[in-house]
T-cell receptor, first 111, second 113 residues
C-alpha cells in the first residue's frame, strides 16, 4: 500500500540556519505530494504541493521538488526563523483516496 | 477564501453526554473529511463524504456518527464516548476526491471525562 516516511525529529536549529526535512514515499500510481504545517494548538495548513514529477512547490521561503526517480519530496528552507517552529507533515494523495501522512517532524528554532 | 470553520474550538463532555461537532466551508468543495489527531501523531482518517454521500468509513466505532446535511456542512455526532476518544478532531475539505489539496479547519479539542 501507499506510505510516507519522514525523518524522525525533533530538528533543532538556530535562527537563519538551513533546513532540510527528508520525505520519501511509496505509491502504486502517480500521487500528488504535499507538505502541511501545524503550529501549536492549531489545525493543519497547506504549505506547498507538487502534482507531477519534477514539479517544485514553494511558499514562504520553503521549497520541495517532486523526485520520481528517488521517490522523494524533501522540504528545504534557506534561512529559518523562530516563527517557523512547528510540526511539518509530508503527505501524498492518489486519485480517489484520502491523504496519507507521514509521522510528522517537529522543528524547533531558537534565536 | 480557503477557510474551513469548525465549532466549537474546545469541548468537554461526560461519557453519557451527546454532543455534536460542526464544520462549514464555502469553497464549493464536494469532498469533506473527518480526522482524529492524538498528541504528537499524524491525523487519522475517520470518514469521507463525497457529494454529500458517505464514501469511506475507516471502521470507526458507532459512538461517532457523521452527517452531511448539505454540500457546505459536515457534522460529527458524539454519544457515549470514552476517555481515550479525547483528541483533536479535524475537518477538511477538497474540491473532489481526486488529486487536489485538502484544506483543514482549526479543529475541535475534545476532552471526555
Amino acid at each position: 500500500g501507499n506510505s510516507v516516511t519522514q525523518m524522525e525529529g525533533p530538528v533543532t536549529l538556530s535562527e537563519e540556519a538551513f533546513l532540510t526535512i527528508n520525505c520519501t514515499y511509496t505509491a502504486t500510481g502517480y500521487p500528488s505530494l504535499f507538505w502541511y504545517v501545524q503550529y501549536p494548538g492549531e489545525g493543519l495548513q497547506l504549505l506547498l504541493k507538487a502534482t507531477k514529477a519534477d514539479d517544485k512547490g514553494s511558499n514562504k521561503g520553503f521549497e520541495a521538488t517532486y523526485r520520481k526517480e528517488t521517490t522523494s519530496f524533501h522540504l528545504e528552507k534557506g534561512s529559518v526563523q523562530v516563527s517557523d517552529s512547528a510540526v511539518y507533515f509530508c503527505a501524498l494523495r492518489e486519485a480517489g483516496t484520502a491523504l496519507i501522512f507521514g509521522k510528522g517532524t517537529t522543528l524547533s528554532v531558537s534565536s | 477564501d480557503t477557510e474551513v470553520t469548525q465549532t466549537p474550538k474546545h469541548l468537554v463532555m461526560g461519557m453519557t453526554n451527546k454532543k455534536s461537532l460542526k464544520c462549514e466551508q464555502h469553497m464549493g468543495h464536494r469532498a469533506m473529511y473527518w480526522y482524529k489527531q492524538k498528541a504528537k501523531k499524524p491525523p487519522e482518517l475517520m470518514f469521507v463524504y463525497s457529494y454529500e454521500k458517505l464514501s469511506i468509513n475507516e471502521s470507526v466505532p458507532s459512538r461517532f456518527s457523521p452527517e452531511c446535511p448539505n454540500s457546505s456542512l459536515l457534522n460529527l455526532h458524539l454519544h457515549a464516548l470514552q476517555p481515550e476518544d479525547s483528541a483533536l478532531y479535524l475537518c477538511a475539505s477538497s474540491q473532489n476526491r481526486v488529486n487536489t489539496e485538502a484544506f483543514f479547519g482549526q479543529g475541535t479539542r475534545l476532552t471526555v471525562v
